[in-house]
């Protein structure tokens, strides 16, 4: 995500869904989930490895969720953006078989700062290296949200985040890395983008990206991938490529997509956030990692 924390398919589906079955134990998709690409030709990962089909009514699983609520320093989220991030139901709920991560207006305090909007950030307690990533989704509406679906290093060095806390954080941002599966600024509905950060393309001088405008990306679910190899990261939206990051040279500035990641959503509120915004949600059908 642009400086935040400075701040179809081959095999038949019945295959899949039996192979998932006994990797899991329990895997069952969603009703709703029928139309997901469960697997991607040519593929290297088909195995099912992690998941959250977000079943269930009420709170998010603490065994797969940590809630992120620590401000940085100074008070506020890099980039002067102005919600807070809360660990309440209100923000981040499971119903009907979806997450909805839930951005407010509403005058809430948190560690001695007040501010006028409340939202959610999501650290995953499962982290990888390689594989493919799958997320179907309905972003939130309105001029001002900045939701994302993307992914840190466990070894960032940022106060408050969950594998920071377990004592992994070494290593600063940009130069830990980062891999934007997914953002979309309200400003510019239905322009979804992904983005590579490291010590080579971060913050305002950002080279490494792509994107691409689709329909009714906050009315209707689509199905976000990410297929991450030791040689390339590709992004694509149903099935449609937009953004492939192969650097020639792969190096500690180019390269640091050799270790583990741990997925982050979130939605942001930026200071031109619509004066009439009341509330609008990132709702997730479900998340899936193959390797």
Request: hydrophobic share 35%.
């Given at each position: ?9 081959t095999?038949p ?16 998709p969603?009703?709703n989930?029928?139309?997901s690409?469960?697997?991607?030709q ?9 998941s ?51 951005a407010k207006?509403?005058?809430?305090r ?10 959610a ?35 960032i ?22 891999i934007?599966?997914l953002e ?34 906050s ?6 991938t ?15 490529e937009?953004y ?13 997509y ?9 939605i ?6 619509d ?17």
């Amino acid at each position: 995500m642009t400086k935040q924390h400075l701040p179809y398919f081959t095999i038949p589906l019945f295959v899949l869904l039996i192979s998932c079955a006994v990797f899991t134990g329990s895997f069952t998709p969603n009703e709703n989930s029928a139309n997901s690409p469960t697997s991607i030709q040519n593929s290297p990962f088909n195995t099912l490895v992690w998941s959250d089909e977000f079943s269930g009514t009420g709170a998010i699983d603490s065994e797969k969720w940590f809630l992120q609520t620590q401000l940085p320093p100074g008070g506020s989220w890099w980039g002067g953006l102005i919600q807070h991030y809360t660990d309440r139901t209100e923000n981040t709920y499971v119903e009907n078989g979806h997450l909805n991560l839930v951005a407010k207006k509403e005058k809430f305090r948190d560690q001695g700062k007040t501010k006028e909007y409340t939202s959610a950030r999501l650290n995953s307690k499962f982290a990888f290296t390689y594989g493919r990533i799958e997320i179907r989704a309905k972003l939130p509406k309105g001029i001002g949200t900045w939701p994302a679906i993307w992914m840190l290093n466990t070894n960032i060095d940022e106060d408050g985040a969950y594998w920071e806390n377990k004592g992994f954080g070494t290593t600063k941002w940009p130069h830990c890395g980062e891999i934007d599966i997914l953002e979309h600024w309200g400003k510019n509905q239905d322009y979804v983008s992904s983005a590579v950060h490291n010590g080579s393309s971060y913050g305002d001088y950002v080279e490494n990206l792509g994107g691409q405008t689709i329909e009714n990306a906050s009315d209707e679910f689509h199905i976000y991938t990410l297929e991450w190899t030791k040689e390339k990261l590709a992004f694509s939206v149903d099935g449609v490529e937009h953004y492939q990051y192969s650097p020639e040279v792969k190096d500690s500035k180019t390269w640091p997509y050799n270790s583990d990641y741990y997925l982050i959503l979130n939605i942001a509120i930026q200071p031109d956030i619509d004066p009439n915004f009341m509330e609008s949600a990132m709702v997730v059908d479900y998340i899936r990692i193959f390797q």
